[in-house]
């Protein structure tokens, strides 16, 4: 009887449960970025640890887009670690201020990648905490769509900033769940439940993860999906940290799935207590 309940609740399950960014579908519910690891061979490992297939990348960062008759040619290119036909590449604006600077970067991006159109937005408003400018945000978000843009964005985690950025037609919202860089996971895990709560788009953390219960928080709270790169790249061992991080990511979008029992002030017996002998 134990056995037929299991294949009877584990048939219940979805076989499948994408995640689903501009009309394409993802088996992987964890995005990274590429730096801060001490070479491309940890980049790469870490990266297949992680099972990751969107691999987000600093266009203005990194020296990307070599080739055979670029101006280093033979040298280590990171296009050999995450070959865009294996992975979606997801071009950031990661060191933008200004609202024009971010559009500008993003046109660069396309041009550099045959009009790919998926970016991921991030305009920041202060050197020391990397704090999102949102107005600046907001309005690049705007000049992005308009312009032809699948736009991912960072932001802060307002829930009427993120539901704003939803109506201007941006195809993912990526609230932080503390600065970035910091390690200090979830803050405010109301905030984020709203944000959750109230969209139509896929809400993915960005942003302040520092270990695997802390995505599995965000994943248990009703994320899409987290983002994170200094969480991993500054682990101890990054390739077993990638590793930890893609099971708790699985994990809480399991858990979460499956619905946690309610939070009681008291103990509530396992057993029932009914026809027990006295």
């Known amino acids: 009887m134990a056995r037929a309940i299991q294949k009877s609740e584990a048939m219940s399950v979805p076989i499948q449960d994408p995640l689903l ?36 990348v600093a266009i203005r960062r990194t020296p990307f887009f070599q080739t055979a008759g670029g101006q280093n040619p033979g040298e280590p290119n990171l296009l050999d670690v995450i070959p865009p036909d294996r992975f979606t590449i997801l071009p950031n604006t990661a060191g933008c201020y200004t609202a024009e600077d971010a559009v500008r970067t993003c046109r660069l991006a396309r041009e550099l990648l045959d009009g790919h159109k998926l970016v991921k937005l991030e305009v920041l408003g202060d050197a020391k905490t990397l704090y999102p400018d949102v107005p600046a945000t907001l309005k690049a978000a705007e000049t992005l769509v308009k312009d032809g843009f ?58 302040g993860v520092g270990t695997a219960s ?33 099971k708790a990511i699985e994990a809480g979008r399991e858990a979460f799935l499956a619905g946690r029992m309610p939070r009681r002030r008291f103990a509530s017996a396992s057993s029932p207590l009914d026809g027990t002998i006295a």
Do not use: F, W
Request: proline letters at 4%; glycine letters at 8%; charged letters at 20%.
């Open 21 to 56: 960014i501009a009309g394409k579908s993802y088996r992987s519910r964890l995005l990274v970025g590429t730096g801060k690891y001490k070479d491309l061979a940890q980049t790469r490992a870490a990266i297949e640890a992680s099972g990751a297939e969107i691999v987000t």
């Open 214 to 246: 802390d995505a599995a928080i965000a994943m248990e709270l009703g994320c899409h999906g987290v983002l994170m790169n200094t969480a991993i790249a500054e682990a101890k061992n990054p390739v077993l940290m990638a590793s930890a991080m893609k």
């Open 150 to 207: 699948e736009v991912m964005v960072y932001t802060s985690d307002d829930p009427i900033v993120c539901k704003r950025l939803e109506e201007l037609g941006c195809v993912a919202v990526m609230p932080l769940a503390a600065p970035i860089g910091s390690g200090l996971g979830i803050q405010n895990r109301y905030n984020i439940l709203t944000i959750v709560e109230n969209a139509q788009v896929p809400i993915l953390v960005d942003a």
